[in-house]
């Protein structure tokens, strides 16, 4: 088993930046495919971003420039650093884990999940 807790999420505006963190317990961090999805209001959770075992990276389009994915091993934690955020990011980020050798943008692909963590983006 893994948990995943996220924070940093919060109130913004447009332009602005916030970093959330998901922290890791349990089976080892390092060897996970750790990613973020979000979910806006009525629409399905779709994937933001996410990092393999090696530090490989992969974003979806909507993102690309804006937003950075890191891991840091020894703290069991990811990130996502948000920047020139927009009123459509406003979502629930989620965390995600799965042990895979390669990234996938599948949501059911991923086996852990944190609890979610509110982006709002005023203009």
């Known amino acids: 088993q893994v948990q995943l807790v996220e924070s940093g999420g919060g109130l913004v505006q447009a332009g602005g930046s916030l970093r959330l963190s998901c922290a890791a317990s349990?089976?080892?961090?390092?060897?996970?495919?750790m990613a973020w999805f979000r979910q806006a209001p009525g629409k399905e959770r779709e994937f933001v971003a996410a990092?393999?075992?090696?530090?490989?990276?992969r974003y979806v389009d909507a993102v690309k420039g804006r937003f950075t994915i890191s891991r840091d091993n020894a703290k069991n934690t990811v990130y996502l650093q948000m920047n020139s955020l927009k009123r459509e990011d406003t979502a629930v980020y989620y965390c995600a884990a799965e042990s895979s050798l390669i990234i996938r943008t599948a949501p059911t692909m991923y086996d852990y999940w944190g609890q979610g963590t509110q982006v709002t983006v005023s203009s």
């Open positions: 990092i393999s075992r090696t530090g490989m990276t």
């Open positions: 349990g089976r080892t961090f390092s060897n996970y495919v």
